[in-house]
């Protein structure tokens, strides 16, 4: 009875930790910044597809047009992908003469987004450009 009671406790705990332990051997993914909330990525991705008009040059889901690349890959041109690095870039933009492709990536985008605009844009950027880091949970089916 004490044999089997210990076997019922001992068998879900090792199940459960199996996951944790087989994780060490992914490769780490970056730890979310602080900033990148639930809440600023969804009004992030908001803005990000409306007033703040990102999509016009890096297009829905940031994957990228003609006019501005795509930022959606985790493959950065024009520095760090820190939440740091990618505010700066949205906040200070980056001059035609530095671009790969003759185009001005415009100060805030070209909008008028506030501080607070601009850090929910970069939490969403952030988001969208290291999801593929982290596997998505599988919905149970
Ligand atoms: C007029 C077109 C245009 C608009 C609007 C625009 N961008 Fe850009 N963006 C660019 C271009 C062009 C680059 C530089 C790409 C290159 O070097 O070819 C860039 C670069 C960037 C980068 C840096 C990419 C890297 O590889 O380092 C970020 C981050 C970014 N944009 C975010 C945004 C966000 C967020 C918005 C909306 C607030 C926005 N952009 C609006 C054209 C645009």
New binding site residues.
């Given amino acids: 009875m004490l044999v089997t009671l210990r076997r019922s406790l001992i068998l879900p705990l090792l199940l459960a930790a199996g996951p944790l332990l087989a994780q060490d051997s992914l490769p780490a993914a970056s730890p979310r910044p602080i900033q990148v909330t639930d809440s600023a990525v969804a009004r992030g991705r908001e803005?990000?597809h409306g007033s703040?008009?990102?999509v016009?040059?890096?297009g829905i889901d940031a994957i990228g047009t003609d006019?501005?690349?795509a930022?959606a890959q985790g493959?950065?041109?024009?520095?760090p992908d820190s939440y740091e690095g990618?505010l700066g870039?949205?906040l200070h933009?980056?001059p035609k003469a530095?671009?790969?492709?003759g185009?001005?990536?415009?100060m805030?985008?070209?909008?008028t987004?506030s501080d607070a605009q601009?850090r929910d844009?970069?939490a969403?950027?952030w988001q969208v450009s290291h999801a593929w880091m982290v596997p998505a949970r599988r919905k149970p089916s």
């Fill in positions: 803005l990000f703040a008009n990102c016009t040059c890096h006019s501005g690349p930022l493959v950065w041109l024009h520095g990618i870039r949205v933009g980056i530095w671009t790969t492709r185009v001005t990536m415009p805030r985008g070209w909008s987004l601009a844009v970069a969403y950027v």
